[in-house]
């Protein structure tokens, strides 16, 4: 399902119980996230802000918070249905023979159908301002010690000038006045890619377009570790099911999708950065200073009605969890292709998720486990993940009572825990170094006399298959229907 706004969204919300507006008037600094946060971590609804002191826009916040409204922002019932979507495209059964291969033609060419198109005209520019300012959107600051009010939520475009690639990224943007924003682009990242090439050809600028609203499928393709050189905007149109239309900015060479809100055409200069931060980061701790590009803003278009999506990152659990549980559910077909011996995969969002990653396996030979942590370390942003466990293909790496006992029992830590070296996420304030430091892999899979262990490795605890069935089958005959048995 397409949303042809965030408003369309807001308003499937409001009707399924999912979303409470607030209507009276609340301040963008440090309130609206000490209500969310709250809202948050209790399983609450989105939250609508009519009424935000000093802008004449309502604030959208927590739309993402849930697995259900997840799905529903992409398109789906469920993730569980969209994961099983991206497993038919890929047919992780790879055919052997000619012929079947180009019966998998036409399954991937059903990608290049949701390639995007540009169209002459589109709501985000119903109202253009070339005189723009930043003053009038209902920009937050979250925490007491941030730098300043931050653009949370944003589509961040920029174009390679190389070969002209577009990428969709989402960074964070400390404003610094009316006109002008840090823009956060870390190391590893596509568009600090774009400005460093920018910096090599000796160009005086990298232009710059931020696209805040419209469809959510397009706010989570700017935070989608897509495969290279797949179009975030085909990404995001492959699951909503229909073409991402696309206009052309009003004062720089780049395209934002039509549904969108809110859009700031802007440039950085090459050459120019400023100090940005302390910022409350994901990770439950400060970010603090750092050296970043300038966002300078040329004009800003909107719709007549816009909606201000927004966001808060915190202490776990926050909103980004959902996002970053779809990132996991979509992208394991992806590893699958890479990693048949996979079953299953979790990164925890009490974690940060780059920082503990456990994965199932069907195990058949000496030190598979750790063939499988170094080749997740070489899949993409997964090199950043900081701890990676191996169990055998029978446990529930989505049920931490079931993991921690399975982990902590099976690990001689001498044997069983390794390290190596190499790039951290730039936000771990613990490695030595920005961006790089050391990772370990956990080998908790069932030992085998090669990989040193000779003892006989015992049996686990299991009940028989026919008691489980007598007891489940009489269950309500002990007078024990109000209590549901743990799985």
Request: glycine fraction near 8%.
């Amino acid at each position: 399902m397409a949303y042809g706004s965030l408003r369309a969204f807001v308003e499937r919300l409001e009707a399924a119980g999912e979303l409470v507006r607030i209507k009276h008037p609340v301040s963008p600094i440090l309130e609206i996230t000490e209500i969310a946060d709250r809202v948050v971590k209790a399983g609450g609804p989105a939250l609508l802000f009519d009424q935000v002191e000093d802008s004449p826009y309502p604030l959208l916040i927590n739309a993402f918070g849930s697995e259900r409204r997840m799905a529903w922002a992409m398109g789906f019932e469920d993730l569980a249905e969209a994961t099983r979507d991206i497993e038919d495209l890929l047919e992780l059964e790879v055919p052997e023979g000619w012929v079947d291969k180009l019966k998998l033609l036409p399954k991937l060419g059903k990608l290049a159908t949701y390639a995007p198109d540009t169209v002459s005209s589109g709501p985000c520019q119903e109202v253009v301002e070339t005189t723009p300012s930043l003053d009038d959107l209902p920009i937050m600051q979250c925490w007491p010690k941030d730098g300043g009010r931050y653009i949370t939520l944003p589509q961040v475009i920029t174009r390679s000038p190389r070969d002209g690639k577009r990428n969709v990224g989402m960074y964070r943007m400390q404003v610094f006045d009316d006109h002008s924003t840090a823009m956060h682009w870390q190391l590893h990242h596509d568009a600090n890619r774009h400005f460093h090439e920018a910096t090599q050809m000796g160009l005086e600028r990298l232009e710059v377009a931020v696209a805040l609203g419209g469809d959510p499928a397009l706010t989570y393709a700017a935070t989608a570790p897509v495969p290279p050189g797949m179009d975030e905007y085909l990404f995001g149109g492959y699951f909503r099911k229909e073409k991402v239309r696309l206009v052309k900015c009003k004062t720089v060479d780049l395209e934002v999708p039509a549904s969108a809100d809110f859009v700031l055409e802007g440039y950085v200069t090459v050459g120019e950065t400023r100090t940005e931060g302390p910022f409350g980061d994901h990770t439950g701790f400060y970010t603090g200073l750092e050296e970043f590009p300038v966002f300078r803003l040329t004009a800003l278009t909107r719709r007549k009605d816009p909606i201000y999506p927004s966001t808060m990152v915190g202490k776990p659990l926050m909103e980004d969890a959902y996002l970053g549980l779809a990132t996991v559910r979509l992208f394991m077909p992806f590893m699958k292709m890479q990693i048949p011996e996979m079953v299953d995969f979790h990164m925890y969002p009490e974690a940060c998720f780059h920082n503990l990653a456990i994965v199932s396996i069907e195990k058949r030979y000496p030190y598979q486990a750790r063939k499988v942590v170094h080749q997740l370390w070489g899949l993409g942003q997964m090199m950043l993940t900081k701890c990676i466990v191996v169990v055998d293909a029978h446990i529930d790496v989505r049920n931490p009572i079931e993991a921690l006992w399975y982990v902590s029992g099976n690990i001689d830590a001498r044997r069983d825990v390794f390290f190596a070296d190499g790039p951290v996420d730039v936000l771990d304030h613990a490695s030595p170094v920005l961006g790089a430091g050391s990772k370990m892999g956990i080998d908790a899979t069932k030992k085998l006399p090669e990989e040193g262990h000779p003892r006989k490795w015992p049996e686990e605890l299991r009940m028989s298959e026919e008691m489980v069935e007598r007891v489940t089958a009489r269950w309500n005959e002990y007078g024990l229907s109000d209590i549901v048995p743990m799985e």
